[in-house]
């Protein structure tokens, strides 16, 4: 595809917690958080808006509060601020490679970023601003990925690209079976049908219901946002067909 014609005009980026350590064993890469900043510089220089919903892994994870002693409910919120606290560091990268961003918060936290609503995102997107998104839905018991394709369907999204350690969606854990098999796309049905791990089935459902295209690539291999940028296959598409 021509470099000059990208291949969507408004995307989400879902970003994991864990995909923003880099290669730490916790909390934030600074070497990650500049790569991704200069990537959504590419695409906004592209004339791509960006909506970024980050993960909170690198830092808590809610699905682990038992081991703390924590509940359900208090464990998600803890989560929910673990992502905010991504957020806002994600948000000074991008500043400083000389885009502008506006951090939004699903929950209220004025001090530290702003109230999310589609309104004010779309002004925001309008301003050629890349909008960072926290706190998930706003709500415990749902996930980031979830998140992701909630504003990718509010806010009309061509796409959902899901940055992760891994190159794409694989028919078992790479990390545990080094024979596991990857595909180049896969529909909606099949990731729920299979049960694979790649997104949790509330966000699959929702994408499949809303035919909003799923992208799963390494955020590890430089160039792969580029890539996606200017319309090659990279990684796997879930969609309602396959390539």
């Known amino acids: 595809m021509n470099n000059d014609r990208p291949r969507f005009k408004r995307v989400v980026l879902k970003l994991s917690g864990e995909a923003l350590m880099?290669?730490?064993?916790?909390?934030?890469?600074?070497?990650?958080?500049?790569?991704?900043?200069?990537?959504l510089k590419a695409f906004k220089d592209k004339g791509v808006q960006v909506i970024v919903v980050v993960g909170g892994g690198n830092i808590f994870r809610g699905l682990r509060c038992d081991e703390y002693g924590?509940?359900?409910?208090?464990?998600?919120h803890m989560g929910m601020?673990?992502?905010?606290?991504?957020?806002?560091?994600?948000g000074q990268a991008v500043r400083h490679a000389g885009t502008a961003a506006a951090v939004m918060s699903a929950?209220?936290?004025?001090?530290?970023?702003?109230?999310?609503?589609?309104?004010?995102?779309?002004?925001?997107?309008?301003?050629?601003?890349?909008?960072?998104?926290?706190?998930g839905t706003g709500n415990p018991f749902f996930t980031t990925d979830t998140a992701a394709v909630l504003r990718a369907a509010e806010l009309g999204a061509?796409?959902?690209?899901?940055?992760?350690?891994?190159?794409?969606?694989?028919?078992a854990d790479?990390?545990?079976?080094?024979?596991?098999?990857?595909?180049?796309?896969?529909?909606?049905?099949?990731?729920?049908?299979?049960?694979?791990?790649?997104?949790?089935?509330?966000?699959?459902s929702l994408a499949m219901d809303r035919r909003i295209p799923i992208i799963v690539f390494n955020l590890d291999a430089k160039g792969n946002m580029q890539r996606i940028l200017a319309g090659e296959?990279?990684?796997s598409l879930i969609s309602g067909e396959q390539r």
């Open 70 to 76: 924590v509940g359900r409910v208090a464990g998600d």
């Open 107 to 135: 929950f209220k936290i004025n001090e530290v970023a702003l109230p999310y609503t589609v309104e004010s995102a779309e002004k925001r997107l309008a301003r050629d601003e890349i909008v960072i998104v926290g706190a």
């Open 22 to 39: 880099g290669e730490l064993t916790f909390g934030l890469s600074p070497s990650v958080l500049a790569h991704v900043a200069a990537s």
């Open 233 to 235: 296959p990279v990684g």
């Open 158 to 171: 061509d796409a959902v690209l899901k940055a992760t350690k891994v190159d794409g969606v694989y028919d």
């Open 81 to 90: 601020l673990a992502t905010i606290i991504n957020s806002i560091a994600l």
């Open 174 to 204: 790479p990390e545990l079976n080094p024979g596991a098999l990857r595909f180049d796309s896969i529909t909606y049905r099949q990731v729920i049908d299979r049960g694979l791990k790649v997104m949790d089935l509330t966000a699959v």
